[in-house]
């Protein structure tokens, strides 16, 4: 598995930038029980279940406003 430099920015923190193989993402955002959040591999695979080489995610929810994204980009095959 290859490495990817990945952040997620969440209101009222600060943001979560690392790089790593791309479960240690999935964790993160596992752990981030972020409100209405697909799981984790909806959010980074695409349709064949494949994480692209880059990406990103952005959750708005206008009546709560609350926005956060995540974008990741493959740094090592």
Do not use: C
Request: hydrophobic share 40%.
């Amino acid at each position: 598995m290859g490495l990817y430099a990945w952040t997620i920015r969440v209101p009222g923190r600060e943001p979560i930038e690392r790089v790593s193989e791309i479960d240690e993402l999935h964790q993160t955002l596992d752990a981030l029980d972020l409100p209405r959040a697909p799981s984790p591999l909806e959010i980074t695979a695409d349709s064949d279940v494949i994480v692209p080489d880059r990406g990103s995610f952005r959750h708005a929810d206008l009546e709560e406003r609350f926005d956060w994204t995540v974008s990741w980009v493959k740094v090592t095959p």
